[in-house]
């Protein structure tokens, strides 16, 4: 199949898998589990969280419109750049593993899995994946980006990405803020060994 054809099937399919499977799901499971609501980016928890709640809705909401148009009108109608088609299938294999990354993150959470800031008190979680990044649930989005970047090459997916990219930072550090007023030495200590999105880069300071 041509590589373009391809991606206008995979791409919507591994969308669908993230957010039915990896956003729908756990939440659904956490409930039933333990009649926790994992989904707290309306509240506001802390300063800042009900407002990025609205960012990532409408980053969301963007990304979705964007596949969608690609997968059923083609490159061309949402501009996509000439650029070579050998850069499609390694953009897949990268939305692929971003998933995959989110999915055994998200596992591994367990019980403190949440999608925003909780000011109920979670289990600080340093295993699995945790161990060698602080946050590799966001370190997989990152990577969906970026292969979304890939496969449809435009200024939209471009705009998105970088937009979706400053709010996870923003994001990040508003959780930090949290976590540290939580757990206290516990997690400055963590931090201070694991680094933010990658191994070793971004450790906070003891």
Known sequence: ???????????????????GVLLVWPVVRLRRQTGVWAVTLHR??????????????ALVL??????????LYGPASVGVWGVPRGVVFPGLL?????VAVIAVAQRQMGESFRIGIDDAKTALVSRGLFRRVRNPIYSGLLMLLLGVALVIPCAASV??????AAAIAIHTRLEERHLLELH???YRSYAAGVGRFLPGVGRLRA
Do not use: Q
């Open 62 to 71: 963007g990304l979705a419109c964007l596949v969608a148009r690609f997968a």
């Open 94 to 98: 990268l939305c692929a593993a971003g």
């Open 1 to 19: 199949m041509e590589p373009l054809s391809l991606a206008r099937v995979a791409l919507p399919l591994l969308l669908i898998v993230f957010a």
């Open 44 to 57: 506001n928890t802390t300063p800042g969280n009900r407002f990025m709640g609205l960012v990532f809705l």
């Open 184 to 186: 206290g030495d516990a």
């Open 159 to 164: 705009l998105l990405g970088s937009a979706a």
